[in-house]
């Protein structure tokens, strides 16, 4: 859901049998168009994206990673009821046009989503905004506005207030990332992620109002005008629910790296923080806490579980490649990343960073 500059070539694309696509497609009133080609996208470790034509149109096919997936993940079920709803309240938002539930196609449920052009801003920043001074003030207000109008939706106005289950929403995520990330630590850092756990365990905090949360929202999840950078999309909506609010700010704040962070959250390379000069976390949480008006007073324990679950995410991925899921060169170095994050996430909890 980009410019064309970010499709990956005909040879790099993972295949899909289209022709089953384009069979699919014709019976729900669809026409897959052969010409141009259907395309991958570039960039993302996970959900494999491919910018199609339906009926001389423009759309983007979407569906979960190859291998088997953990329980929960990738849903695109939950996906598509979120995008076929979403943009009633939100105009960046890509509306979901179809959903194929039917696994027997291609290998997993897929859906069809609105494509949105513009500006997307992945691990670097674009050389040709290198030298604008302005850059970083507006990408981190937009940032900030963006993630707390997400939070401020009504969902009963648009008929996902069922969506989730926002009660007890902390002490699962507590529970469910410690599972989670013992199953897929790295050899010898058991005490690592107990330390972690058991610091989680005493510090939680009780859920906030609930209300929409993206749970992955960054910068590259988001397509920007190139004009004004103002979001013309928000996307990877597949980890979507409600819950605490400040979990979710607390997930972006984990991708929001400062020049003197250890290695591994600059290898990660998910925000180019640094090289957009955005505004610091602790500028960031002030500001956040102005737009949305919610107490952050308890917003260590939210900024720790976050950073755990970041550090599980990278582990699980490795885990991918040291399974042999995948051999892809670009997993090979995710474990180490993974356990580096964990070290600066046990360092946040015992106060000496932030």
């Not at 979120?82 to 539930?101: K, N, T, Y």
């Not at 992955?216 to 397509?223: H, Y």
């Not at 260590?300 to 060169?329: C, D, N, W």
Request: a negative charge.
């Amino acid at each position: 859901m980009a410019t064309e500059t970010g499709l990956r070539s005909a040879a790099e694309s993972v295949p899909l049998d289209w022709g089953a696509v384009r069979a699919y497609l014709a019976g729900h009133g669809f026409r897959l168009d052969a010409d141009p080609p259907p395309r991958q996208f570039a960039g993302g470790l996970a959900n494999l994206n491919y910018l199609i034509h339906l009926d001389g149109r423009p759309a983007v096919l979407r569906r979960p990673p190859m291998g088997e997936l953990p329980a929960g993940a990738y849903d695109m079920a939950r996906e598509f009821r979120i995008l076929s709803r979403l943009p009633d309240a939100l105009p960046f938002i890509a509306r979901g046009l179809h959903l194929c539930d039917d696994p027997a196609i291609i290998g997993q449920r897929f859906q069809i989503i609105e494509y949105r052009a513009g500006l997307v801003i992945r691990e670097h920043l674009p050389v040709e905004l290198a030298h604008r001074p302005e850059i970083g003030v507006r990408l981190s207000q937009v940032l900030l506005e963006t993630i707390a109008a997400i939070h401020a939706v009504d969902t009963k106005a648009i008929g996902l207030d069922d969506l989730g289950r926002p009660d007890g929403f902390l002490a699962r995520g507590v529970a469910g990332w410690r599972k989670r990330g013992l199953a897929a630590m790295e050899d010898g850092t058991e005490r690592l992620h107990n330390d972690v756990g058991e610091w989680l365990g005493r510090n939680i905090v009780p859920d906030g109002p609930p209300g929409l949360l993206h749970n992955d929202f960054k910068l590259n999840n988001i397509i920007l005008d190139p004009d004004d950078f103002s979001p013309r999309a928000v996307v990877d909506w597949d980890q979507g629910t409600r819950g605490d609010p400040l979990f979710d700010f607390a997930t972006l704040l984990s991708y929001w790296i400062h020049e003197d962070d250890p290695w591994a959250m600059h290898d990660m390379e998910q925000m180019p923080a640094v090289e957009a000069c955005l505004c610091t976390r602790q500028d960031a949480v002030a500001e956040y806490a102005r737009i949305s008006g919610r107490d952050m007073s308890g917003f260590l324990f939210h900024r720790v579980l976050a950073m755990y679950k970041l550090a599980v995410i990278f582990l699980q991925l490795g885990l991918r490649y040291r399974s042999g899921v995948t051999l892809e060169p670009r997993y090979a170095p995710l474990t180490g990343i993974g356990t580096g994050i964990l070290e600066f996430t046990h360092e946040i909890a015992q106060g000496r960073a932030f």
